[in-house]
């Protein structure tokens, strides 16, 4: 490992940058609930995913859980029982840094030991979800492809070189590009590399891409790639005009003075927040007639403890923290600053993990609705913990964009 990319300790926050949401901020209790909580891991939760009404979880010993969403609209608070926490799919022998439901029944899973999983959801002859292993990448073709070639051997370490498709410490972050066609990896090796999908065959690496652990990535819908990194920097990077598989480094943020541990992309791409050790949610947008450059523009305040997790979705986004709550924002119509529309709290240890559901019915006994429109709509936001257990709120959002 290069770097302990992800720390729980919380570093000095931000003074330069305006705050747009304030640290007292008074929540309604009736806007949030906890409507689940799920148990069952032995180890910490370490990464979520939402695919369709299946919530994917993942845990520091290998294993992959899935539970039912709708289960949410119909219970209360969970009792300690594995079988209502949701049922064991798939395993490996080494920890899970990250899920992504990549779409068509595609569940990609990254790992401590330096691989990606690629899953197919399927079902058991009793009609209990499954996961079957489809290819570990890098895949088998890429390895004896690049063994052969002497220029594929890259130094990754002190007398230490491997082929130039291999990551060699733990993958932390996936992502796929807006038409499907690339996946992203990103590992506390310090590379991004670029995968071709449905093949699986890996067409770059960009290495060093950061001078210490990246431990985040997000794609927007216009193509850029951003990473960030414990080097406290974000990048933006682009697919080179005249190159399809070839990427360039198009802009260097910083703001942050600590390791940056989390990114999200909301608003349609248009805003992206970052989370680190300085306790502050970042929040860029994309400036006026910039060529697509982001600008900072101000700082979301109120975690005691390190950012770790960010989730968003249209004008909402949530942060998890190692103080053990989760704080979620709404951005304000018009981009006059933001809400604090709810402090979560409950968990027992750090929250690690989020994934955020948009516009559904989680459970609520009165005043709630679907979703859009200009009453408001019930989201659901499960978070994960160091502790291994996942709580799965319903927190009522007026809505000011029609979802």
Same mark, same amino acid.
């Given at each position: ?223 850029? *790639?951003?990473? +960030? @990194? !414990? %080097?406290?920097?974000?990048?933006? #990077? &682009? =697919?080179? $005009? ?74 909402? *986004?949530?942060? +998890? @923290? !190692? %103080?053990?709550?989760?704080?979620? #924002? &709404? =951005?304000? $119509? ?70």
């Amino acid at each position: 490992m290069l770097s302990q990319s992800v720390s729980l300790s919380s570093q000095p926050s931000l003074p330069s940058l305006p705050s747009l949401g304030t640290r007292d901020t008074n929540v309604s209790p009736s806007l949030h609930q906890c409507v689940a909580s799920l148990r069952g891991h032995s180890s910490y939760v370490s990464a979520l995913a939402v695919d369709g009404d299946s919530l994917y979880r993942a845990s520091s010993d290998g294993r992959i859980m899935v539970w039912p969403l709708d289960d949410a609209s119909s219970r209360q608070e969970q009792q300690d029982d594995d079988s209502r926490s949701g049922t064991v799919i798939a395993s490996s022998n080494s920890s899970v840094k990250c899920l992504l439901a990549a779409g068509n029944g595609l569940l990609l899973s990254s790992h401590q030991d330096g691989k990606i999983r690629a899953w197919r959801v399927g079902s058991r002859k009793d009609g209990t979800r499954r996961l079957v292993l489809r290819a570990v990448l890098p895949i088998v073709v890429d390895r004896l492809r690049t063994c052969l070639l002497p220029w594929s051997y890259v130094e990754v370490r002190r007398h230490r070189r491997r082929t130039w498709v291999h990551h060699v410490d733990a993958v932390t972050a996936l992502a796929v590009s807006p038409d499907g066609a690339l996946l992203y990896s990103a590992s506390w090796d310090r590379s991004l590399k670029v995968w071709r999908l449905p093949d699986f065959r890996c067409v770059e690496s960009i290495a060093p891409a950061h001078d210490d652990a990246i431990n985040a990535l997000a794609v927007s819908p216009d193509g850029n *790639v951003y990473t +960030g @990194s !414990a %080097d406290k920097k974000i990048k933006a #990077w &682009r =697919r080179h $005009a005249e190159q399809k598989n070839k990427h360039v480094l198009v802009q260097t943020m910083e703001r942050h003075r600590s390791a940056v541990n989390a990114l999200a992309l909301g608003v349609e791409g248009k805003v992206l927040y970052s989370g680190a050790c300085d306790r502050s949610v970042v929040v860029w947008e994309r400036a006026e007639g910039g060529a697509g450059r982001m600008e900072a523009t101000g700082t979301l305040r109120g975690h005691a403890m390190a950012i770790l997790c960010l989730a968003a979705a249209w004008e909402v *986004v949530c942060s +998890g @923290s !190692a %103080d053990r709550t989760v704080r979620v #924002w &709404r =951005r304000e $119509a018009g981009n006059t600053g933001y809400t604090c529309l709810a402090v979560l709290e409950g968990h027992g240890a750090a929250v690690k993990s989020l994934a955020l559901v948009c516009g559904r019915d989680g459970g609520w006994e009165e005043g709630s609705s679907g979703g859009g429109g200009d009453g408001g709509g019930s989201d659901l936001v499960c978070s994960g913990a160091l502790d291994g257990e996942v709580k799965i709120w319903s927190v009522l959002v007026p809505c000011l964009l029609q979802r």
